[in-house]
C-alpha cells in the first residue's frame, strides 16, 4: 500500500478501537470528520458541538509542568475543537483525579488556570467530577451549540480554495521542542488563546476547517486526506511566529520543524472560496482580527511549502507518523525528522 | 457547628474547588443539585442533561480488575446520573487512557464492555479521546436530553412524600466489602444495568431524585440536607437485595452496611406524593417494572430504619464521612462502622 491508501498510525488505532461502536443517527459528521462531535437535536434546527480532550500524556513526559498553564490548557484544548466547527460556548465539565501528594498553592494555582481560561473562552463550568489518585489527570468535555447554519466540518474544500491560519504558526512546536530537547533553554512564551469568536465568523466562508493542537503539518495531512486535495504553502518564514523562526535558527534546526511537532499551537487552518475571500477578510477586520493566508489547495494531494527560493514537499504522512514511530521519545523523533530533512525533495516546481 | 449546619466532607471540599468558577444564566440546576447538569437550550423548549464521570479509583483501590466490567461500568455510571433527571439519552463521548502494557486481550474486553453497556442504554459512542499512560483510566461524557416537562432534580421532596427506590438495594455495598475486606470471598455478581427507561417515568411523578452511586445512606443524607426532611425506612431485611442480605449475614455484620457503602449500587432514590402513587405504580407496571416502596419522608430531618423490631436512628453523616475519615482504608472503614453500630438508637419511637 501506498501512502495515500495507508492510514496514519492515530487514526488506524481509533479505527481499532472505535469500530465496533455504534453510532447516532442524529451524528452530522462522520468519525474523524470534525474537531467536534456535531449532534442534531430533535425537534429543534439546531446542532450540537460537542468534544472531550484530557492532558495526559502532556503532564506525563513533562510537557506541562506549571499548574496555571495546566489548567488553563484543560479549558483550552476543547474550546479549540469548539472553535473549529464554529460553535457558539455553551459550557464545560470538568473530570480532575488530583493527588494527595498535592500542595495547595499547587491546586489554587491550577484551579486559577481553569477559571481564568473558562473565563477567557466564555465557557462557565457547568459541571464535573473530582477524583484522587496517584497522578495528576485533567480532562473535560466541553458544549457549543450552533443555532443556525451548517456546522464546519473538516470536509469540503476545494483544489481552487485558499487556505488561512487564524494567526502566526510554530510556537506550540518551538515549546515543545525547548522543553522536551532542550530543558536548558527557556521555552518561548505560550499561553494560547481559544479561537471561538473568530471560528464563528469562519463557519459562515470557510468550506473545511481544523484545528492545529497535532501541528500544523498533521493537520494539512489530515485535511489533504479528507478532502483528496494537496497544499502548496507560503514561504516558511512568512507562516511562523517569528518567535518560533527565532528559536529554530538558534537551534540550528529547520524552521519547518516547527511546523512538525505532535504538539501544535491551536490556531484554526481553513480553506475560503475566492469569490468569499474579500467579505471574510472585510468581516474579520470588524473583529479588529487579521487571519493569515498561508497558502492554497491544489488539486494533487501533496503538502509543498515555500523553502530557500523553492517549493519543497514535505512527505507529510511520515512527518506525522514519526513521533509514534519514535515510541514518543523526543530525541529519537529529532533524529528522524533530521533523516526526513535529507528526503525533503527541493525545486520539484518554480 | 453541628451535624446539620456542617457541609459532608467531599460537598465541603468540591465547594473548595469550584467555589470561584463562574457560573452560566443557561443551567437549571445549582450545584449539588441534581445527578447531571441540566441546560436550557436557547431557541428552545428543551433541556440539556450532561454529566461527566471517571472509573478512576475504582481502578486503583482493586475494586473493578475485570476490563469488561470496568469498559461496561464506565459507561453505567454516567448513563445513571441521566436517568436520575429523567432525561432520554442521547450518547456518550468517552476519555480513556490506556497503558501501553495492556495485552490486546484485555483492551478487547474494555472496547467489548463499552460496546455492550452501550447498547444495553440506548447511549451511541459520539467520539472521545484516546491518551497513552502508565496507568488505566477511563472517562466519559453522557449527554440527553428533556424535550418537554420540568427536569428531575435531588430537590422538591416534601414530608408527605413516600420513598422509593427502582431496585433492591445494597448490592455494590456487598460486591465492594467482598473485593476489599474479604479478597477470598467471591462477591456477588453484580453488573447493574441504566434506570434510564424508568427514569423518563419517575420523572412525571416524583418531587425529587438521585442515584445511588455513593450507596444508599449518603444518598439519603443528602435528600435530607437538600429538602431539609427526614426519611423513615422499611425493615432492612425488605429493603435489601436478597444476595446482599445473606452476604452480610455470612460475614457477619449489620445487614445495614450494605447500605452504608460509599459504593452504591446504582439505583435510584426518589419521593412521590400520595396522591400520584397509584398512577405512578401504574405506569410502571407498564413497563414490566415494579418500584419498590422502602419508606416514607417525615418532618424531622432524620434517618432511621426498621431493625430488630424497633425504629434505629442512623447518623448518615457520620456514616457517610466514615470512608474519607478512614483515610479510604476499607479496614480502618469498617473499623469506624463497627464502631458507628453500637452508637445506634434503637426503639426510641415505636
Same mark, same amino acid.
Given at each position: 500500500?501506498?501512502?495515500?491508501? !495507508? =492510514? $496514519?498510525?492515530?487514526? +488506524?488505532?481509533? %479505527?481499532?478501537? *472505535?469500530?465496533?461502536? #455504534?453510532?447516532?443517527?442524529?451524528?452530522?459528521?462522520?468519525?474523524?470528520?470534525?474537531?467536534?462531535?456535531?449532534?442534531?437535536?430533535?425537534?429543534?434546527?439546531?446542532?450540537?458541538?460537542?468534544?472531550?480532550?484530557?492532558?495526559?500524556?502532556?503532564?506525563?513526559?513533562?510537557?506541562?509542568?506549571?499548574?496555571?498553564?495546566?489548567?488553563?490548557?484543560?479549558?483550552?484544548?476543547?474550546?479549540?475543537?469548539?472553535?473549529?466547527?464554529?460553535?457558539?460556548?455553551?459550557?464545560?465539565?470538568?473530570?480532575? !483525579? =488530583? $493527588?494527595?501528594?498535592? +500542595?495547595?498553592? %499547587?491546586?489554587? *494555582?491550577?484551579?486559577? #488556570?481553569?477559571?481564568?481560561?473558562?473565563?477567557?473562552?466564555?465557557?462557565?463550568?457547568?459541571?464535573?467530577?473530582?477524583?484522587?489518585?496517584?497522578?495528576?489527570?485533567?480532562?473535560?468535555?466541553?458544549?457549543?451549540?450552533?443555532?443556525?447554519?451548517?456546522?464546519?466540518?473538516?470536509?469540503?474544500?476545494?483544489?481552487?480554495?485558499?487556505?488561512?491560519?487564524?494567526?502566526?504558526?510554530?510556537?506550540?512546536?518551538?515549546?515543545?521542542?525547548?522543553?522536551?530537547?532542550?530543558?536548558?533553554?527557556?521555552?518561548?512564551?505560550?499561553?494560547?488563546?481559544?479561537?471561538?469568536?473568530?471560528?464563528?465568523?469562519?463557519?459562515?466562508?470557510?468550506?473545511?476547517?481544523?484545528?492545529?493542537?497535532?501541528?500544523?503539518?498533521?493537520?494539512?495531512?489530515?485535511?489533504?486526506?479528507?478532502?483528496?486535495?494537496?497544499?502548496?504553502?507560503?514561504?516558511?518564514?512568512?507562516?511562523?511566529?517569528?518567535?518560533?523562526?527565532?528559536?529554530?535558527?538558534?537551534?540550528?534546526?529547520?524552521?519547518?520543524?516547527?511546523?512538525?511537532?505532535?504538539?501544535?499551537?491551536?490556531?484554526?487552518?481553513?480553506?475560503?472560496?475566492?469569490?468569499?475571500?474579500?467579505?471574510?477578510?472585510?468581516?474579520?477586520?470588524?473583529?479588529?482580527?487579521?487571519?493569515?493566508?498561508?497558502?492554497?489547495?491544489?488539486?494533487?494531494?501533496?503538502?509543498?511549502?515555500?523553502?530557500?527560493?523553492?517549493?519543497?514537499?514535505?512527505?507529510?504522512?511520515?512527518?506525522?507518523?514519526?513521533?509514534?514511530?519514535?515510541?514518543?521519545?523526543?530525541?529519537?523523533?529529532?533524529?528522524?525528522?533530521?533523516?526526513?530533512?535529507?528526503?525533503?525533495?527541493?525545486?520539484?516546481?518554480?
Amino acid at each position: 500500500m501506498n501512502a495515500a491508501t !495507508t =492510514l $496514519p498510525r492515530e487514526v +488506524a488505532l481509533l %479505527e481499532r478501537l *472505535a469500530g465496533g461502536f #455504534g453510532r447516532s443517527s442524529l451524528q452530522y459528521n462522520q468519525r474523524h470528520e470534525s474537531d467536534a462531535e456535531l449532534i442534531r437535536l430533535p425537534g429543534t434546527t439546531s446542532v450540537l458541538a460537542l468534544t472531550t480532550d484530557a492532558i495526559s500524556e502532556e503532564i506525563e513526559s513533562g510537557l506541562y509542568t506549571d499548574p496555571y498553564f495546566i489548567g488553563w490548557m484543560t479549558v483550552l484544548v476543547n474550546a479549540s475543537d469548539l472553535a473549529a466547527v464554529g460553535a457558539a460556548p455553551i459550557g464545560i465539565l470538568l473530570s480532575q !483525579t =488530583l $493527588p494527595s501528594s498535592m +500542595a495547595d498553592r %499547587e491546586l489554587e *494555582a491550577l484551579q486559577r #488556570g481553569v477559571r481564568d481560561a473558562c473565563s477567557a473562552c466564555g465557557l462557565p463550568v457547568l459541571g464535573g467530577d473530582t477524583n484522587f489518585g496517584t497522578r495528576l489527570h485533567m480532562g473535560a468535555c466541553a458544549v457549543g451549540l450552533i443555532e443556525n447554519g451548517r456546522p464546519l466540518t473538516r470536509r469540503g474544500a476545494t483544489a481552487a480554495d485558499r487556505l488561512f491560519a487564524s494567526g502566526p504558526l510554530g510556537l506550540g512546536g518551538a515549546f515543545a521542542f525547548a522543553r522536551l530537547i532542550q530543558p536548558d533553554t527557556a521555552p518561548p512564551a505560550f499561553q494560547p488563546a481559544s479561537r471561538l469568536v473568530e471560528g464563528q465568523v469562519v463557519r459562515r466562508y470557510a468550506t473545511c476547517c481544523m484545528d492545529t493542537s497535532d501541528g500544523v503539518l498533521a493537520t494539512l495531512d489530515e485535511l489533504s486526506r479528507l478532502n483528496g486535495v494537496g497544499f502548496a504553502l507560503h514561504a516558511v518564514e512568512e507562516i511562523l511566529h517569528p518567535a518560533a523562526f527565532a528559536a529554530a535558527r538558534a537551534a540550528g534546526l529547520p524552521p519547518w520543524f516547527m511546523l512538525a511537532g505532535p504538539h501544535g499551537e491551536f490556531e484554526l487552518l481553513f480553506t475560503v472560496p475566492e469569490q468569499a475571500v474579500a467579505a471574510f477578510r472585510a468581516e474579520a477586520r470588524g473583529l479588529g482580527w487579521e487571519p493569515q493566508e498561508i497558502g492554497a489547495a491544489r488539486p494533487q494531494p501533496e503538502i509543498s511549502i515555500w523553502m530557500n527560493g523553492c517549493s519543497a514537499r514535505l512527505d507529510t504522512r511520515a512527518i506525522r507518523d514519526a513521533y509514534a514511530d519514535a515510541g514518543g521519545d523526543a530525541r529519537a523523533y529529532l533524529a528522524r525528522l533530521l533523516r526526513l530533512n535529507e528526503t525533503v525533495t527541493l525545486c520539484d516546481s518554480p
